[in-house]
């Protein structure tokens, strides 16, 4: 994989808390809490965090627990801003989660025992004020990574004891002090990230897909495992020229600031909170790797919302295939709602969070080791290192060996009926428009689907976490 050049999801923007008086949360006949279809607003959201922290303010102080002589001796933390790396494969994500593996779990655990946490602080991630920069999904990596938290670092050795205690698919590769209001969350400017597809999800549909979509039920049809010579001759495939142009011009739609809400979940998403600055999407040059085509596309925005980026790349490779115009996706910037399908996260990688104007104004302020700026520079080569062999690595033997591209194409051919408005005259069909009904329905049979597939197939436990996210839709 020498050669690669570094690069969803993906950021998705907080989840407002539950708010009984702004009327997201009613009560039901029962007593129990059932949330409304309409998501807070901006205002609402304001008004919700002013009262809470009035409420906080009049709260009676908690009793601290008297120190005693046995207590570990507190020691002075500094606020730092932390920056690691890591490869997702096995992780359920980036936040911490209970009763999950996660990154965030994992790296919490390795900061206590290397004593950059105390054990006073051991319970509770908050005591540290622990930031991330971006979430992650399951299975989804990360070349960069920024965490902000008040750590003790007065062993000259920490970063060395923190790396000792973390997987090797784990990597804290430096921090740095920043000042005591800093945020890696609100304070990131933009966000990196890159994907990496094989070329040959570009070529032409399947007739054999089409006309077992258009003669069997629903039910009856199944995506078929190709076998070794076929898998070969389709990593054989080189993509034309005219198609990667297409590729380039379709990704370039994005750039600017558009309405996704084609782009992410149903539930919370309105056009007044999904709005989204990109301010770049490219793809690299093919290149080949054990013998496969592929190309690395590269996006930087403001934020993204959940799977923003994944449905991004998903509808790009559907209009290659299908020939439909650039114009469609100015039609899912300002139509109709629709099922966009998410390409598989297994390509999908954080190459870093970026703090510009941080950095900017630490410049001009600094004083002292507390402003210093917050970049991946100083790490390149081992971060560069740990790409190649934790996560480019990992995503082709892991498509070279469970096929993971060619399953997601496959599906959306044997089961292409979300997908009608992807076709050559750019047009969104009624059928097409996606209503509770028929989302409903959608996700029934597909559960129906994947249930039959694991029964089929005798798969001894069922399709791994990594899979079933490559596989599910919204």
Not at 123 to 147: E, L
Not at 285 to 299: C, Q, T, Y
């Given at each position: 994989?020498?050669?690669?050049?570094?690069?969803?999801?993906?950021?998705?923007?907080?989840?407002?808390?539950?708010?009984?008086?702004?009327?997201?949360?009613?009560?039901?006949?029962?007593?129990?809490?059932?949330?409304?279809?309409?998501?807070?607003?901006?205002?609402?959201?304001?008004?919700?965090?002013?009262?809470?922290?009035?409420?906080?303010?009049?709260?009676?102080?908690?009793?601290?627990?008297?120190?005693?002589?046995?207590?570990?001796?507190?020691?002075?933390?500094?606020?730092?801003?932390?920056?690691?790396?890591?490869?997702?494969?096995?992780?359920?994500?980036?936040?911490?989660?209970?009763?999950?593996?996660?990154?965030?779990?994992?790296?919490?655990?390795?900061?206590?025992?290397?004593?950059?946490?105390?054990?006073?602080?051991?319970?509770?991630?908050?005591?540290?004020?622990?930031?991330?920069?971006?979430?992650?999904?399951?299975?989804?990596?990360?070349?960069?990574?920024?965490?902000?938290?008040?750590?003790?670092?007065?062993?000259?050795?920490?970063?060395?004891?923190?790396?000792?205690?973390?997987?090797?698919?784990?990597?804290?590769?430096?921090?740095?002090?920043?000042?005591?209001?800093?945020?890696?969350?609100?304070?990131?400017?933009?966000?990196?990230?890159?994907?990496?597809?094989?070329?040959?999800?570009?070529?032409?549909?399947?007739?054999?897909?089409?006309?077992?979509?258009?003669?069997?039920?629903f039910g009856e049809r199944r995506v078929s495992e190709r076998s070794a010579e076929d898998m070969k001759a389709m990593r054989a495939y080189r993509v034309p020229e005219e198609r990667l142009r297409f590729v380039r011009d379709a990704l370039a739609k994005y750039v600017g600031t558009h309405d996704?809400?084609?782009?992410?979940?149903?539930?919370?998403?309105?056009?007044?909170?999904?709005?989204?600055?990109?301010?770049?999407?490219?793809?690299?040059?093919?290149?080949?790797?054990?013998?496969?085509?592929?190309?690395?596309?590269?996006?930087?925005?403001?934020?993204?919302?959940?799977?923003?980026?994944?449905?991004?790349?998903?509808?790009?490779?559907?209009?290659?295939?299908?020939?439909?115009?650039?114009?469609?996706?100015?039609?899912?910037?300002?139509?109709?709602?629709?099922?966009?399908?998410?390409?598989?996260?297994?390509?999908?990688?954080?190459?870093?969070?970026?703090?510009?104007?941080?950095?900017?104004?630490?410049?001009?302020?600094r004083k002292d080791a507390s402003s210093d700026p917050v970049t991946f520079e100083p790490y390149v080569k081992e971060i560069e290192e740990f790409k190649q062999k934790y996560i480019y690595d990992a995503i082709v033997d892991t498509e070279m060996a469970d096929n993971v591209f060619d399953w997601?194409?496959?599906?959306?051919?044997?089961?292409?009926?979300?997908?009608?408005?992807?076709?050559?005259?750019?047009?969104?069909?009624?059928?097409?428009?996606?209503?509770?009904?028929?989302?409903?329905?959608?996700?029934?049979?597909?559960?129906?689907?994947?249930?039959?597939?694991?029964?089929?197939?005798?798969?001894?436990?069922?399709?791994?976490?990594?899979?079933?996210?490559?596989?599910?839709?919204?």
């Amino acid at each position: 994989m020498a050669g690669i050049s570094s690069a969803e999801p993906k950021d998705a923007p907080a989840s407002a808390p539950e708010n009984v008086e702004s009327g997201n949360v009613a009560q039901s006949a029962d007593g129990q809490s059932k949330r409304k279809v309409r998501a807070q607003t901006s205002k609402e959201r304001r008004e919700y965090a002013k009262r809470k922290r009035l409420e906080r303010s009049q709260e009676e102080p908690r009793e601290r627990k008297p120190r005693t002589d046995q207590d570990e001796p507190r020691k002075p933390k500094r606020k730092v801003a932390l920056l690691l790396g890591f490869c997702g494969t096995g992780f359920q994500g980036m936040q911490v989660n209970p009763n999950a593996r996660t990154i965030e779990g994992e790296l919490f655990k390795a900061l206590v025992k290397s004593g950059a946490v105390s054990q006073e602080n051991a319970d509770d991630q908050s005591k540290v004020q622990f930031q991330r920069a971006a979430r992650t999904d399951k299975g989804v990596h990360a070349a960069g990574q920024v965490v902000s938290l008040k750590m003790i670092i007065e062993d000259p050795d920490v970063l060395g004891k923190i790396n000792e205690n973390l997987p090797e698919q784990i990597r804290a590769w430096g921090f740095v002090r920043v000042i005591r209001s800093f945020n890696s969350k609100t304070m990131c400017d933009s966000r990196i990230y890159e994907y990496l597809l094989p070329t040959y999800v570009l070529m032409d549909p399947s007739e054999a897909n089409a006309e077992m979509a258009r003669t069997l039920d629903f039910g009856e049809r199944r995506v078929s495992e190709r076998s070794a010579e076929d898998m070969k001759a389709m990593r054989a495939y080189r993509v034309p020229e005219e198609r990667l142009r297409f590729v380039r011009d379709a990704l370039a739609k994005y750039v600017g600031t558009h309405d996704f809400r084609n782009f992410t979940v149903t539930r919370g998403c309105t056009e007044s909170n999904s709005k989204r600055y990109i301010h770049s999407f490219t793809a690299s040059d093919p290149m080949i790797i054990r013998g496969g085509e592929w190309i690395s596309l590269k996006v930087k925005g403001q934020s993204f919302m959940l799977h923003q980026i994944r449905k991004m790349v998903g509808l790009v490779v559907l209009m290659a295939r299908a020939g439909a115009p650039l114009s469609l996706i100015d039609a899912l910037f300002s139509g109709p709602r629709v099922n966009v399908p998410k390409a598989p996260g297994l390509g999908l990688l954080l190459e870093q969070p970026v703090f510009e104007s941080y950095n900017r104004k630490a410049a001009h302020q600094r004083k002292d080791a507390s402003s210093d700026p917050v970049t991946f520079e100083p790490y390149v080569k081992e971060i560069e290192e740990f790409k190649q062999k934790y996560i480019y690595d990992a995503i082709v033997d892991t498509e070279m060996a469970d096929n993971v591209f060619d399953w997601w194409v496959q599906s959306t051919e044997i089961y292409p009926e979300p997908y009608t408005y992807v076709n050559a005259q750019g047009t969104i069909p009624d059928d097409a428009v996606v209503t509770p009904e028929r989302e409903h329905a959608w996700q029934i049979q597909m559960r129906e689907m994947h249930a039959a597939e694991r029964a089929k197939n005798q798969l001894g436990a069922e399709s791994s976490d990594d899979e079933l996210s490559a596989k599910e839709d919204d």
